[in-house]
Structures are given as C-alpha cells and as structure tokens.
Nanobody, 123 residues
Framework: QVQLVESGGGLVQAGGSLRLSCAAS????????MGWFRQAPGNKREFVSAISWSGRNTYIGDSVKGRFTISRDNAKNTVYLQMNSLKPEDTAVYYC????????????????WGQGTQVTVSS
C-alpha cells in the first residue's frame, strides 16, 4: 500500500503561481512512477504531468506545457508540481497518483491516489 497526501492548493489570481506537494508513505517511493491529474466539475480526470521513478523522464500535458513543471525528491518521498502563469481554466481538484515502474497518462493505470487538493484561479 502507498498512502499519498497532497498539499499546497488554494486560491490564486490569474498569472500567479502555486507549488503542489504530494507526500508518500508506505512502500518504497522510488519504485513508483508518479503522476498529477486534475478534475474540474463535470469533466473527466485529465492528465497533467508524470515523472519516472528516477526522475529522469518527465511528461507534461499539452494544456499546461511551458507553465507547469514536475519534480520529485526520493529522499523526502515527495513529488512536486510547480504551476506558473495560472489561468482560470486551471481551476480543478488536483490529484497525485502512483504506479509501479513506468509512467502513464491514463488514470486507470495508476494504483494509488491521494485525496486531492483544490486549486482555484480567479480572473
């Protein structure tokens, strides 16, 4: 079992920045690829970014490319999502997720999920 706890969400004005954190506990964190997803009301869960177990490989969704950056610190069992130049359409609940070995852009391929953190961007 892997437990995931997100933090760092909140209310920010358009153009602002937030950094989300996801702290993991349980199994060996460095065995897991990590992903960030988001879900706005009435929408499907959307891929935001993913990072390999080593941190060497990262993937970013088209809608956030150039604005968001994913990173991880395996010594701290934490993955981060730096969000810059935020837009109102970035408003959603943001979830982190973990899966063994390889990254994926598909939510259904992740085994463990956090409870989510709300990000609201005002115009």
């Amino acid at each position: 079992q892997v437990q995931l706890v997100e933090s760092g969400g909140g209310l920010v004005q358009a153009g602002g920045s937030l950094r989300l954190s996801c702290a993991a506990s349980g199994r060996t964190f460095s065995n897991y690829a990590m992903g960030w997803f988001r879900q706005a009301p009435g929408n499907k869960r959307e891929f935001v970014s993913a990072i390999s177990w080593s941190g060497r490989n990262t993937y970013i969704g088209d809608s956030v490319k150039g604005r968001f950056t994913i990173s991880r610190d395996n010594a701290k069992n934490t993955v981060y999502l730096q969000m810059n130049s935020l837009k109102p359409e970035d408003t959603a609940v943001y979830y982190c997720a973990a899966r063994r070995n390889w990254t994926s852009k598909e939510p259904s391929e992740y085994d463990y999920w956090g409870q989510g953190t709300q990000v609201t961007v005002s115009s």
